[in-house]
């Protein structure tokens, strides 16, 4: 079975095989690949340089950790993360939170993945969309605008190496 973009079986796990997805998908978007988790210590580093950062992850404790840390990194670059996207409920339900300067979750914030009610691709598809929707809003000064790219400061980024606790929002 072959897709558009004819996608080889291989180990989707393998941060190659994500850029060569993308380049074939559009060779004239740049991307940058990083073979690393993320981590408090490296949230900085990784992300110097953004505009905006998108957060997909799925656990919990996981978007707390990236963007307490994004927000001590890099104060006033937007992130626009998720929350709230287990099971097929009402999509309407899905909103755009600001809960807070140049941050904005995607989701209806209450729906949590349990047994029997994990996270559905259909509920995933439309909170990455509004997502995208989001990018591309503030992109054009259409919601608070941001203040060009991440530099993280000297001591937000020795706190974060160091191992500390980021903290605050911006």
Same mark, same amino acid.
Request: hydrophobic share 40%; glycine share 10%.
């Given at each position: ?94 909103? &755009?939170? !600001? ?6 979750? $995607?989701?209806? +914030? ?6 029997? *009610? #994990? =996270? ?5 598809? &439309?909170? !990455? ?6 990018? $591309?809003?503030? +992109? ?6 941001? *203040? #060009? =790219? ?18 605050? +929002?911006?």
């Amino acid at each position: 079975q072959k897709t558009a973009y004819e996608i080889p079986k291989r180990d989707w796990s393998s941060d190659v095989c994500s850029s060569d997805l993308l380049r074939r998908i559009n060779p004239h978007v740049h991307h940058e690949a990083h073979a690393v988790r993320v981590d408090a210590g490296n949230v900085a580093s990784i992300f110097a340089g953004v505009h905006v950062l998108v957060e997909a992850f799925d656990r919990a404790d996981q978007k707390l950790m990236l963007l307490e840390s994004f927000a001590a990194a890099c104060p006033g670059v937007p992130y626009v993360g998720a929350s709230g996207l287990a099971g097929h409920g009402d999509e309407s339900a899905m909103r &755009v939170h !600001a809960v807070a300067r140049n941050v904005f979750i $995607v989701g209806d +914030l209450e729906s949590a993945a349990q047994p029997g *009610r #994990g =996270l559905m691709a259909p509920r995933v598809g &439309v909170a !990455a969309h509004m997502q995208a929707n989001v990018v $591309v809003r503030l +992109l054009l000064g259409e919601l608070t605008r941001h *203040r #060009g =790219l991440c530099k993280p400061s000297e001591s937000a980024h020795d706190r974060t190496r160091a191992g500390g606790e980021p903290t605050g +929002l911006p």
